[in-house]
Each structure stands twice: as structure tokens, then as C-alpha cells.
């Protein structure tokens, strides 16, 4: 069974970089593809970016040049940097599986909630 | 970016009962391989989202079969043969076929 483990900071101040990790336990990053996903409080989803198998990476346009995803395949993780922060940004991220590219996201992480305030 | 509109907002169901969930997407969802790449996913209260139906047909690994999606091109439907207490809670349609991919604002599935 395949599970996604995630941690970060919960609390930011403006202009400061959010940085999240997601870990991949039960499974490889190899062939699949690993999405960011946000939750504003009490709102709906947006996607963020995802990295693929071989370390290519897509960014949601609406981010500009805030973001940048990575990958570590010797651990089995990856990761997400926002940054100039606001609040705006505050909300619960979450990482998840995709089976390719534009799919279904068949597994996620639990969630982390990042609040940004001064 | 493709606009994905759900109705209704909320949907209070008797427990056995029916329910369904439209979606319309702003853009065709049939990609270029002859995929049409809708999914549906439930949020339980305090939960992440669960991945329920993909490409607007197929159950997901050990989703109950009282779920099934329809439709084609714009339109697609999420139904619920016969609502259970565990069913509460928010359903998102999302697409992938365009990029970025994006969601359905939501609804809400409550216990009469």
C-alpha cells in the first residue's frame, strides 16, 4: 500500500519561503508523477505544480516564478519551495500520486497546514 | 484554465437514498489519445481528499460499488445508489486533460 508522509513549517511570515517535503513509503518515484495540491481554509483545491519520474517539472502558470519542485530518488522524496509568501498562500498542502501525466492522483499525504502571518 | 462547475453547492440526502453530483467542465475533456481525463474525489470531514472514480467511469481500488460516474465531453455525473453515513462529506470533480489541471468547487453531501 502505497503512503505519502509529508512535513514543513506551519508558520511563516510574509516574504518567507514555505518548503515541504513529501515522503513515499510502499512504492518508487520512479514512473509516476507527484503533484502539489492546496486547500485555502474552508475552500476548494488548487493545483499546484508535480515532477515527473524523470525529474521533469510543471508549474501552475498562476504561481509565476514562485515555485520550484524537487525530487530525491536515494530517499525517495520530494519536495516543494513557494516563495515571497502572503497571506494569501496560507492554506493546507498536500502532495499526491499521479499514475501519468493529467491524470487521476490515486494517493495523497495527510496534509500539512501552513499559515502565513506576520 | 478550464472552469470545472459543480451543482449542486450542497445535497442533503436521506440515508438509502440516492444521490447525484453534476459536473461541467468549460472545455471538452476528450484528450488527444481518446482519454477523457475526469475524476471524481470525496473529502471526509478532517481528511485529505480520496480518489473514488477516474476517467469518468472506472472505481478506484476498494471504493464500494454504490459509486459510479458518467458522461462525456462536458457533462459528467457522480452517483451514489444508496447514500451511507460514511458518504458525508465534499466531492470534486478534477480534470486533467488541459493544463494546469483543475477542480470543482465542491458539494456537499449531508444526512437529512
Known amino acids: 500500500q502505497v503512503q505519502l508522509q509529508q512535513w514543513g513549517a506551519g508558520l511563516l511570515r510574509p516574504s518567507e519561503t514555505l518548503s515541504l517535503t513529501c515522503a513515499v513509503y510502499?512504492?518508487?518515484?520512479?514512473?509516476?508523477?507527484w503533484s502539489w495540491i492546496r486547500q485555502p481554509p474552508g475552500k476548494g483545491l488548487e493545483w499546484i505544480a508535480e515532477i515527473n519520474h524523470s525529474g521533469g517539472a510543471n508549474y501552475n502558470p498562476s504561481f509565476k516564478s514562485r515555485i520550484t519542485v524537487s525530487g530525491d530518488r536515494s530517499k525517495n522524496q520530494f519536495s516543494l519551495r513557494l516563495s515571497s509568501l502572503t497571506a494569501a498562500d496560507t492554506a493546507v498542502y498536500y502532495c499526491a500520486r499521479g499514475v501519468s501525466y493529467g491524470t487521476e492522483l490515486d494517493y495523497w499525504g495527510q496534509g500539512a497546514l501552513v499559515t502565513v502571518s506576520s | 484554465d478550464v472552469v470545472m462547475t459543480q451543482t449542486p453547492l450542497s445535497s442533503p440526502v436521506t440515508l438509502g437514498q440516492p444521490a447525484s453530483i453534476s459536473c461541467r467542465s468549460s472545455q471538452s475533456l476528450v484528450h488527444s489519445d481518446g482519454n477523457a481525463y475526469l475524476s471524481w474525489l470525496q473529502q471526509r470531514p478532517g481528511q485529505p481528499p480520496r480518489l473514488l472514480i477516474y476517467k469518468i467511469s472506472n472505481r478506484f481500488s476498494g471504493v464500494p460499488d454504490r459509486f459510479s460516474g458518467s458522461g462525456a465531453g462536458t457533462d459528467f455525473t457522480l452517483r451514489i445508489s444508496r447514500v451511507e453515513a460514511e458518504d458525508v462529506g465534499i466531492y470534486y470533480c478534477?480534470?486533467?486533460?488541459?493544463?494546469?489541471?483543475?477542480f470543482g468547487g465542491g458539494t456537499k453531501v449531508e444526512i437529512k
Open positions: 510502499g512504492g518508487s518515484l520512479s514512473g509516476y508523477y
Open positions: 478534477m480534470q486533467g486533460t488541459h493544463f494546469p489541471p483543475t
